[in-house]
């Protein structure tokens, strides 16, 4: 079976506790339930997309490195709330991040988006990742 990830995080102390994780896991497990997916939770509290501290360390960077020497299969879907999740930085970090993870074979859910991107997809149709 197919793995769906689900990448749930917030910057701030002051925003555990609140109800972003129940939020973002229901409709993570509702999804993957849909689709046919094992869902997994990389969860990454406190570790901020802003200046990509969640590419440098945490759950998050740790599932990037994973993917890379193979350890998580290719063929996993990435679930995020919305696509600046995976990165906040500038015009040139954030895209970069985005195509390298299509190009490990990855698919990836932006739920706010309402968009399911593959490297195919992005390949053939240029305003799926100008929109991205």
């Known amino acids: 079976m ?3 990830y689900s990448c ?3 910057s701030t102390d002051k925003q555990t506790g ?3 994780l129940a939020r973002q896991t ?3 497990k509702q999804y993957a339930a849909i689709h046919g997916l094992e869902y997994v939770q990389i ?3 406190g570790v901020s997309a802003f200046r990509g501290k969640n590419t440098t360390r945490g759950e998050f960077y740790g599932f990037i490195n994973a993917v890379k020497v193979g350890v998580i299969s ?3 879907w990435l679930y995020v709330e919305n696509l600046d999740r995976l990165s906040r930085q500038g015009v040139m970090p954030a895209p970069k991040l985005f195509t390298s993870l299509l190009n490990f074979g990855l698919t990836i859910v932006s739920v706010m988006g309402g968009k399911t991107y593959t490297e195919e997809r992005v390949s053939n149709n240029v305003h799926d990742l100008l929109s991205s």
Do not use: M, R, Y
């Open 2 to 4: 197919k793995k769906l």
């Open 8 to 10: 749930i995080g917030w």
């Open 18 to 20: 609140n109800i972003s």
């Open 26 to 28: 229901e409709k993570a």
């Open 43 to 45: 969860l990454d509290a």
């Open 74 to 76: 290719s063929d996993s």
